[in-house]
């Protein structure tokens, strides 16, 4: 499984479409650890560009901040699973408290 997170000085972004990096933490599921990690540089900023672009790239899972409902539902028509209203925590932690079914879930920072 990938986990996608967006970053901003090694913490998550609050505003998902408008990150410097996107965090890719590949995980084992069933063992519930850290395979792996990568960072990739965020796309120029267009509208219903990142939920193919990461589909692409094996995202299962993306962990924000906030979003918008018409990206989430672009996210789950391309078969990836959002987690909304997380809190500013490195990558590792968050994707590590996902897999543990720990990771607490706030409020949607993002209202468009």
Known sequence: MKIVIPVAN???????G???KFAV??????EKKILGKEFLDAPPHQPGLLPPWLAERGANVIIAGGMGQRAQELFAANGIKVVIGAPAESP????????AG??????N???H
């Not at 933490?25 to 069933?30: A, L, N, P, S």
């Open 18 to 20: 408008h990150c410097e």
């Open 92 to 99: 590792e932690k968050l994707a590590g408290d996902f897999l």
């Open 10 to 16: 090694g913490q998550l972004s609050m505003h998902f």
């Open 102 to 107: 720990t990771l607490v879930s706030g409020a």
């Open 25 to 30: 933490i590949e995980v084992d599921e069933k």
């Open 109 to 111: 920072v993002c209202d």
